[in-house]
């Protein structure tokens, strides 16, 4: 301690100092003791102040520093400050030797209900009075020895060495007994209890010693000087040291004690042989034994008292607990060291049908299934729940949640507490949303999820099914219905296959299966699930029907890629019309991505420039130069290349949007018609439209305002329309033909020759221009017969009803001299060359400019 180096140097000045002052050296040692004394006593009135709290050395230890200052309870003020009352005393007492006989007792007393009330010595008042009665009843059983036995052998003693012998052994006693039995911290108690037995021996050594003797003065001095530092020490130690949270010290009866039968035995055995020697006992002997045994009483009384009030605590508490525990549906089970059952709770019968007899003293592990015994840790506590199976009186396996404590260090429990909660709700719940996020919840069938989870990574051929026709069952009968047809053909599905296939629904009306078998089996199987969804649904309130298409493909490459392939397969079934079975084909699927391909690329195709036009040009064969061209529509796809204008518009028809097709060709036609006729190039120029186009609402004013906004003129522009869209329906033609002529736009029959349009229809159709087909002309007889007289019947009967003959399809010079034999004035063909871009129609018109 900083103290005792500082306490030593004081009293040494004043020893070495006090003899050339003229103090003789016994009045030396007091003097130094009392200063001793002062300072301890100042620190400790400074400390109870509150002035700081330092370093556990106290106030100056070398490298403290100053910190916060915290205000101490009351009950420790009170503590430090009869403390420093007594050791002021005590240094008072060892100067003041007239004031020594009342001093010295207030300063013990002092002292002792300082030490008392000294944190870490008792934990409350009522304990430091039972700390009190215990050091008195253990000091007047060793009064009494000492009194018997030494006291009374030299006489009788006279009040000043009684008083101050029983004091004495009262004070010691009570320092000794509160350091012993102090709980938290003991090392600083017994510190402080050390120093106020030194101090209240050194006091009764003043008193008591003899006069004139140096020897006892110097002992009394020292006793003074290491009292006060050790009590000032454990002080500090007491109020600095910061203590955790313990287990309070419980007293307990004295009978039995080691402290109080060690000197009832020497008391009594001292008035015994007393009795024996003597014959007889002091009066005072007897009345400090009466004293003695009364002491006892009336401690182990007070004690009677307390422990009734504390079983009474914890009877309230031990009710407490088994109403929690009793109304809890967690089952608490405690072990013992050897992890077997100790304890269970009575919730452990309600909940899991366990009685105490089948469980108690089991090891806990033995109800545990082995497969979840290894994760459960039972000897150290879980950080988190773990998941198990426990075996319940019945013999059955319930999931329930193990928690785990471990309050082995802690010795009210002694074990380990474990936590098992019946899980069995949740598990259910649990297992529940699973086979809801497994399945669809209409058909009780797999859900696409779990069809392509289902498909990784295996082979064999997946099935798939579309009902056809269930959207009118829907509309015509209600969703209701619609529910209980979908039920039914899940419920035929899974009657057909076999025990390892998986079925699954993945929409509104399709349905797939996976099976393992082969090729020939798995359309084995689709064939049976063909009839039986083909077969009539008998539902409450209708008489159904319904077909259906199947598709087939392997499974493998990829649970997606396998789906996919199957529903391209089952497109092909359904456009091939009802109750098909088709199987999947790469040549198909080529096609079928290339039509896919295209039809999202075509509605904005214009917009990227992707669109053009070729221009085939048509020739007056008597002159042979070019009067007109066609334009041909043209799509440069960036990926699949140019794209035939027949499929353009297949897709175009199947999109709804040839009118914009058609519009976008006749103004990027009319535009280069009319740079052309800027530029002093005399040329009609010919479109090609569908029936649709042209029936349309507002065709023929979208012409005019094209012609307007090109500045063409009407006759100028020819309206082409192929014989095969009229068919038979020459009705439908008739009107919007008339009306694009009344326009001033001329029109034209295209592939006449091939259709079903006969000569004589001719007369009813609102035509200018007849293009022929080739196949009127190319096949000339060598007898001069066959294709020459039709030709020339055709061009004749042209010419009487004022309609232009161009012959379509030249390819060779022959060609060319059966149609002008014919009299043909215009034809087109590869003969003048093929469809063409602007610039080389532009080349070959300079080129003919300069002949």
């Known amino acids: 301690m900083a103290s005792a180096p500082l306490t030593l140097t004081v009293a040494a000045a004043v020893l070495v100092g006090g003899p050339p002052l003229g103090l003789p050296a016994g009045v030396a040692v007091l003097v130094a003791a009392a200063a001793a004394a002062t300072l301890h006593a100042a620190w400790l009135l400074r400390l109870a102040a509150g002035a700081g709290r330092r370093h556990p050395d106290g106030p100056g230890a070398e490298g403290a520093g100053a910190v916060t200052p915290k205000p101490l309870p ?233 422990l009734r009030r504390y079983s009474g605590r914890l009877d309230a508490q031990e009710a407490t607990f088994r109403t929690l525990v009793a109304g809890s549906s967690d089952v608490i089970v405690v072990l013992d060291r050897d992890l077997s059952v100790r304890w269970q709770s009575a919730a452990a019968a309600r909940q899991f049908g366990l009685s105490d007899q089948d469980v108690v003293g089991r090891p806990l592990r033995q109800l545990l299934h082995p497969g979840d015994a290894a994760a459960v840790v039972l000897d150290r506590t879980s950080p988190q729940p773990v998941r198990a199976r426990l075996q319940d009186g019945f013999g059955a396996w319930r999931p329930v949640e193990v928690s785990v404590t471990d309050e082995r260090g802690n010795p009210e429990v002694d074990g380990v507490v474990v936590h098992l909660r019946d899980v069995t709700a949740q598990q259910d719940l649990e297992h529940s949303l699973q086979r809801t996020q497994r399945t669809d919840p209409l058909t009780g069938l797999a859900n696409r999820g779990t069809l392509l989870a289902h498909l990784e990574g295996r082979t064999g051929h997946l099935v798939m099914i579309g009902l056809d026709g269930f959207a009118g069952v829907n509309d015509l009968h209600g969703a209701d219905v619609g529910d209980a047809m979908l039920v039914e053909a899940a419920a035929r599905i899974r009657g057909a296959i076999g025990t390892g296939d998986v079925a699954a629904r993945l929409n509104g009306d399709e349905f797939a299966v996976y099976t393992e078998v082969d090729k020939v089996h798995a359309f084995t199987l689709a064939t049976r699930l063909l009839g039986d969804l083909g077969e009539p649904y008998r539902l409450p309130g209708a008489d159904l029907q319904l077909s259906a298409g199947i598709g087939l493909a392997p499974a493998g490459g990829g649970a997606e890629e396998s789906l996919r392939r199957a529903g391209l397969a089952l497109r092909r079934a359904k456009r091939g019309g009802r109750g098909k079975v088709e199987w999947h084909d790469a040549a198909v699927e080529d096609a079928y991505v290339r039509r896919a391909t295209l039809e999202q690329h075509l509605p904005q195709a214009a917009e990227r420039g992707e669109l053009d036009l070729a221009y085939h040009p048509v020739y007056d064969l008597v002159e042979g130069h070019p009067v007109g061209v066609e334009a041909l529509l043209r799509w440069r796809h960036p990926t699949l290349g140019t794209v035939p204008p027949k499929e353009t518009l297949e897709v175009a028809r199947e999109l709804g949007i040839t009118g914009e097709i058609h519009d976008w060709v006749l103004n990027r036609a009319c535009r280069q018609l009319s740079s052309w006729q800027h530029e002093g190039y005399r040329l009609w120029m010919s479109v090609n439209v569908e029936i649709d186009d042209l029936v349309a609402e507002g065709f023929a004013g979208r012409l005019s305002l094209t012609l307007d906004s090109h500045q063409i003129d009407p006759p100028d522009l020819v309206v082409e329309l192929s014989e095969r869209e009229i068919g038979a329906d020459l009705d439908r033609a008739v009107e919007p033909l008339a009306t694009v002529r009344a326009v001033g736009v001329r029109t034209a029959l295209d592939g006449f020759g091939t259709g079903a349009t006969s000569l004589a229809h001719l007369r009813r159709l609102p035509t200018d221009v007849l293009k022929v087909d080739g196949a009127l002309f190319v096949s000339q007889p060598a007898a001069g017969g066959g294709a020459a007289p039709i030709m020339d019947v055709v061009v004749k009967l042209a010419q009487r009803l004022n309609v232009t003959v161009v012959a379509h399809g030249l390819e060779v010079e022959r060609h060319l001299e059966v149609v002008r034999t014919a009299g043909c004035r215009y034809g087109q063909g590869h003969y003048y060359g093929t469809p063409a871009p602007a610039e080389r129609i532009e080349a070959a018109l300079v080129r003919q400019r300069t002949w």
């Open 74 to 306: 009351r009950g420790t003020v009170f503590s430090l400050a009869a403390l420093a009352a007594g050791v002021f005393g005590a240094g008072v007492s060892a100067v003041a030797t007239p004031l020594a006989g009342y001093l010295a007792p207030v300063a013990g007393a002092a002292l002792v209900a300082g030490l008392l009330k000294l944190p870490g010595v008792t934990v409350d008042t009522p304990g430091a009075i039972r700390r009190a009665l215990d050091g008195v009843c253990v000091a007047l059983w060793k009064f009494l020895t000492l009194l018997v036995l030494v006291l009374e052998q030299q006489g009788e003693p006279g009040p000043t060495v009684f008083t101050t012998c029983l004091l004495a052994v009262v004070g010691i006693t009570v320092a000794v007994v509160s350091g012993v039995r102090a709980p938290l911290p003991r090392w600083a108690a017994v510190t402080a209890a050390g120093g106020v037995a030194l101090l209240v021996l050194g006091l009764a050594v003043l008193r008591l010693r003899p006069a004139g003797n140096g020897t006892w003065l110097l002992v009394a001095g020292g006793l003074l000087v290491l009292g006060s530092v050790l009590v000032w020490a454990g002080a500090c130690r007491s109020v600095y040291v910061d203590r955790q949270p313990g287990r309070p010290a419980t007293d307990g009866i004295l009978i039995g004690d080691p402290l109080l039968v060690a000197p009832v035995l020497a008391g009594a055995a001292a008035v015994l042989y007393a009795l024996v020697s003597r014959g007889q006992i002091g009066t005072p002997a007897m009345a400090v034994g009466t004293l003695a045994v009364l002491a006892v009483a009336v401690r182990e009384l007070l004690e009677a008292v307390a």
